[in-house]
């Protein structure tokens, strides 16, 4: 029977709803309701095929996934229901060097996680899985901690689990509407009566988008057709046997019964669901499609010839949900207050499920992420998301990403353009190449197509000739993506100074960089505060940034001010280098001079025809302006700046002197769980003035750290990083690279990392030691530096 009322009601009965009742459960929620449309698993978990391997390309997820074999070990003891958890280990095959040095990039990845993986020959792999064709194997990776599970007596282990400790798990239920009232979640309707609830955890599985509609809440997600076979018995195939991928085949193979399940992630997938799922769908397959299944069962028998001569047992092909970047959603919703969502998990939900479920928990226990999550955030994606048209392109492309190849700045292809700056026509006219963040068109280079490759890409040159502008005559750089926003009120300098660790009690007419802390110290954003009038700021963030931070202030800011997302309202266009102040005096009539306009500065200036507001920083280390244009004088504007015949440039060059001069970058070097005692910018948070986070910081002042962020210059001129490796103290795992790239200026490759240790980090331990990174197996030897290894600071910056 349906209760009147809970405080937490669970929409969904796959193993993602049940493990986040179990969790929520275990942390003392028990007034929380499940309900399941049909009857437990029956949507995409029951025809999952339970693979569990541990890795992933952050750290935090590599967490989340161990915190599920962990949960799945212990789960029959706990709850006296079997799960079929099995630890087989896995082996993941290259055919081809460029494969094998991601796979090589992998174990790097994994030693630093602290996750055991081992790179084997063709050889040694076939030893392991005995029953493989290897003779056109390059090597393998060999990670023995991952196994497999019954996704379907999982999500029953963890659904009783759930019900011993009070949770209602109610089936043959199903919701019709949500009420929100004043912002906030209300009631659950339901075909059984409503209930009455103070949060609402949107578990749906491929229901998620239309559930989320139902409160006005952005979840966007679309169905794709997956396939698997089951074969007869094949000799050899025992129950010990490990998870086999063969990522250049697109396939993966795991024992089921003596015989097979085969089953991959092919380049072109086939969406579905476009006129909505069927009612009901419970238990349900698809027909099958043998000429879409083709590519997989080619190679497939490539990879295990028995196969050619194996009868098959049954074809699966179960819809499961999938998100334009593949990453699953997670989290509170920021169009509706109490409204968490935890779906789309891209055919890993089983891996997933136990830590993305005990992280769910977490924060709605807590009000906040326990954890740095913005890789799975929900708040990534904004309304311009949810759109079927392009989700179903997009999602014929992402399916395949699974195993398609980890290229070093690799840009999605599909569902493209869709954003794009006032000028776009006129970079693209010149010869840019556009990368997309948050749905926006912007340039990563001038110049050639892109090639990839984990060596130098085609556009080195390229944007070293861009970078050789910058730093000695003068750059353009479209920078529209910027996320900003106006805070307005009387109440607008007490909730920054709160909120801000820096100082924003600046007068009118001052650019002050900041982070925004959460309690633990943690960077919830860095940011730029320009206060333009005596109750109004401008606050500019990250391209990606848009949904987090306009919802993080949204909810802190408080009375006696409001906030609106200008975005859209404003191009931005920088101009630096040694020649930017001669530059923008031949087109305004402004003081310019570093008396008149010292760095920190902003106003409005006369700009040929336009009148726009000039901010004096830099994010290149170099003399320079960002130049904030109303949209509509955007085109004017460009034109007119290029009549100074600078050099066009994109983010890689950008990218490049960022890292050279030492600057942060949110989402990599500043996270939730990074410090700014860590990151090295407590220069950037007051003194003696009340700030959130400030008892956290103000406790690592004094009691140290163990990490610490430092810069890094390989010894060797011809090595290439790009952000990850694994980074080594006297010959030990000390830590990995938050980002890398060439340094056009510095001659070499240049990186960010933190360092880290047992005891205190400190200059002695930083500088006390020999430090070296290593790159797809290769160790290259690199000197730390504890200050930016480019810095002419104030002698041009300042000037």
Known sequence: MVPARARIVIIGGGIVGCSTAYHLASLGETDVVVLERGRLSCGTTWHAAGLVGQLRSTENMTRLIRSSTELYERLEADTGFGTGWKRTG??????????????????????????????????????????????????????????????????????????????????????????????????????????????????????????????????????????????????????????????????????????????????????????????????????????????????????????????????????????PDNNFLLGACPEVRGLFVGA???????????????????????????????????????????????????????????????????????????????????????????????????????????????????????????????????????????????????????????LCANDVAVEPGRVVYTGLLNDRGGYESDLTVTRVAQDEYLVVTGSAQTTRDLDYLGRNLGEGCALVDVTSAYAVFGLMGPRSREALSGLSASDLSNEGFPFGTSRLIDLGYATVRATRVTYVGELGWELYVPAEFAVTVYETLLGQKPVQAGYYAIESMRIEKGYRAWGRELTPDHTPVEAGLTFACKRGVPYRGRDAVERQREQGVRRKLVSLVLDDPKAQLWGGELLLRDGEPAGSITSAAYGHTLGGAVALGYVRGDGAVDRAYLTGAEYEVEAAGERFGATVHLRAPYDPESSRVRA
Not at 188 to 195: E, F, L, N, S, W
Not at 434 to 459: D, L, T
């Open 344 to 498: 789309g998990f891209n055919s890993a939900g089983i891996a997933s499920a136990g830590g993305a479920g005990r992280a769910l928990a977490e924060w709605i226990v807590a009000g906040e992420p326990e954890m740095d999550l913005w890789p799975v955030d929900v708040r990534r994606f904004a309304r311009w998301a949810d759109n079927g048209a392009w989700l179903h392109d997009r999602v014929k492309e992402v399916l395949g990403l699974h195993y398609a190849m980890a290229w070093p700045n690799r840009e999605l292809d599909t569902a493209r353009p869709l954003r794009r700056s006032p000028v776009h026509h006129l970079l693209r006219d010149s010869g840019a190449r556009f990368g997309s963040k948050m749905g926006w068109e912007r340039v990563n280079h001038f110049g050639p197509a892109p090639e990839y490759s984990f060596e130098r890409q085609n556009w080195h040159d390229a944007v070293g000739a861009e970078v050789g502008a910058t730093r000695e005559d003068l750059a353009l750089f479209d920078q529209t993506s910027f996320s900003k926003f106006t805070v307005k009120g009387p109440g607008a300098e007490r909730a920054l100074q709160w």
């Open 90 to 323: 896995s082996v993941s095959v290259a055919r081809t060097p460029e494969r094998m040095v991601q796979l090589r990039r992998t174990a790097a990845s994994a030693r630093s996680y602290g996750v055991e993986a081992e790179i084997v020959s063709a050889r040694e792999a076939g030893e392991l899985w005995p029953v493989m064709r290897t003779d056109d194997l390059v090597g393998a990776v060999w990670l023995p901690g991952d196994g497999k599970a019954n996704p379907s007596d999982l999500t029953q282990a963890l659904a009783r689990g759930a019900s011993q400790r009070g949770v209602r798990v109610l089936e043959r239920t199903k919701v019709t509407g949500i009420d929100v009232r004043d912002g906030a979640v209300h009631r659950v309707r339901t075909d059984a009566g409503d209930i009455e609830c103070e949060i609402v955890v949107n578990c749906a599985g491929q229901w998620a988008r239309e559930i989320g509609r139902m409160a006005g809440a952005t979840v966007p997600l679309h169905s794709a057709e997956h396939y698997y076979v089951v074969t007869e018995r094949i000799d050899g195939v025992h129950p010990d046997l490990p998870v086999l991928r063969d990522p250049d085949g697109y396939t993966y193979f795991k024992e089921e019964v003596g015989g097979l399940v085969v089953g991959g992630f092919e380049p072109d997938a086939k969406p579905w669901g476009m006129d909505g799922i069927p009612d009901p769908f419970e238990f349900a397959l698809l027909p099958e499609d043998w000429d879409q299944f083709a590519i997989l069962m080619e190679n497939a028998i490539q990879r295990v010839p028995a196969l050619d001569h194996t009868g098959v047992r049954k074809f699966y092909n179960g819809p499961e949900s999938f998100t």
